[in-house]
């Protein structure tokens, strides 16, 4: 039985496996590196956070996104967005050098047994462990507006379901939000030449705007102190503080979460998107309805009028909640027995990460709704990583390596440097 199973190996899943390999944990990690990054992003999106907050995390601190910036000859700089795809691979040069070796196979179920979990695999395989981190990312809790549901995805899609817009070229293509996701992909599928729109509830499209100089006068950087969320003393708190966030009452935290750092679009973005996409505000869709090969959306404004728009596809770049409904793969009785955030459906977390199952872990977006919004960037998978690891050693006994775990000294491909990484089944 190991020690711990690591569920995910995105930015979260693969920084709790560094630490956990460093304190010499038996451990095994499951999922396709970076998965999100790689398989739900089409080519020419950028990083929205700067790079020097979007480091993954091991103890050292000695691969992050700067020293792999220097492999490539190039240098990640402050206000200078960074290609998605280099992101991607960022992160799995990090996987080859701070983590064990990643088993690629999904995990389909985590039930709780005598001492720990059974997990099963894909293709049937059981494995078993005393302790479980969840880094499942976002895609189990994609949000798709009620009257797209139905809809078969020749019709409707969700953002995150595209590595490739191409197969829009010269269609009509109606996106719904007001986030990052919805003003990118819609400046995307114009500049390819898709007819695009953009629908919104909100009355106004929110931009950031370019971030000051990392260096500046002590005052104004009291002022509006940088942080991993953008500047300012709130997102500082956010960013800094999250175990503060987590000592405030339920409905709070679950009100926060829901409403800090609402929908807006990147600084460099703007100059592209204005002039090229057709923008409607203050508008939702009331009913979607397949016609002649199209869809006919029924738009319904804040005022009360309502408005016909036939198009090709609609995608719902209508962002992710985390919630226990939506995860899937947990046991039904284990899922029923979890304390949740509140009034949502999110589990709460301990100040190490800790469900209210023995054992059961949480980290990235489904520990948001517990320690606030930096759980939904990847500013936050230090904080994580550090935390979570110190929870999994005090559940399985002092000295952390609780099955006796024998740590192991890995080569990398043609490099010298040596990496401890635990020896697993």
């Not at 462990?129 to 994609?142: N, Q």
């Not at 002039?275 to 016609?291: C, F, H």
């Not at 872990?361 to 320690?371: N, R």
Request: with cysteine.
């Amino acid at each position: 039985m190991h020690d711990l199973v690591v569920v995910g190996a995105g930015p979260y899943g693969l920084s709790i496996a560094a630490h956990a390999a460093a304190a010499g944990l038996d451990l095994r990690v499951f999922g396709r590196p970076m998965a999100s990054w790689r398989d739900h992003m089409p080519p020419g999106m950028f990083l929205k956070s700067e790079p020097w907050a979007s480091n993954l995390s091991d103890p050292k601190g000695a691969f992050g996104l700067a020293a792999y910036a220097a492999t490539r000859g190039a240098e990640a700089r402050h206000g200078v967005p960074l290609p998605v795809g280099f992101f991607a691979s960022y992160g799995l040069w990090f996987a080859e050098r701070a983590a064990p070796p990643v088993d690629e196979r999904t995990i389909t179920s985590v039930r709780p047994c005598p001492g720990g979990f059974r997990l099963t695999t894909e293709d049937g395989a059981t494995v078993l462990a005393r302790t479980v981190a969840l880094a499942v990312g976002v895609m189990p809790f994609i949000d798709i507006p009620a009257p797209l549901r139905g809809l078969a995805p020749e019709q409707a899609t969700h953002s995150s379901h595209h590595a490739d817009l191409t197969r829009f070229t010269g269609r009509d293509v109606t996106v719904i939000g007001a986030g990052q996701a919805a003003l990118e992909t819609a400046a995307l599928l114009a500049e390819q030449g898709t007819t695009v729109r953009v629908v919104a509830r909100s009355g106004r499209l929110n931009w950031n705007t370019l971030p000051p100089p990392r260096q500046r006068p002590l005052g104004q950087s009291a002022r509006a102190p940088h942080t991993g969320l953008g500047c300012g003393w709130k997102n500082w708190l956010y960013a800094e503080t999250p175990g503060l966030f987590r000592r405030l009452q339920e409905e709070t935290r679950a009100r926060v979460f829901t409403s800090a750092l609402g929908p807006a679009g990147a600084w460099w973005l703007r100059e592209r998107f204005e002039p090229a996409v057709e923008v409607r505000l203050g508008e939702s869709v009331a009913a979607a309805v397949p016609a002649n090969g199209r869809l006919r959306l029924e738009l319904i404004a804040n005022t009360g009028r309502v408005e016909t728009v036939e198009t090709d596809h609609v995608i719902a770049a209508t962002g992710f909640t985390p919630g226990l409904e939506r995860l899937g793969l947990l046991d039904g009785e284990l899922t029923g027995a979890l304390r949740t955030v509140g009034s949502t459906s999110a589990p709460e977390a301990s100040a190490v990460f800790e469900s209210s199952h023995p054992g059961l872990f949480l980290a990235g977006l489904l520990s948001a709704p517990s320690f606030g919004p930096s759980m939904r960037f990847v500013y936050g998978a230090s904080y994580t990583a550090e935390r979570l690891v110190r929870g999994v050693r005090r559940r399985l006994g002092a000295g952390g390596g609780g099955s006796g775990a024998r740590v192991t000294v890995r080569q990398r491909r043609g490099e010298g440097e040596a990496v401890p990484t635990p020896t697993v089944s």
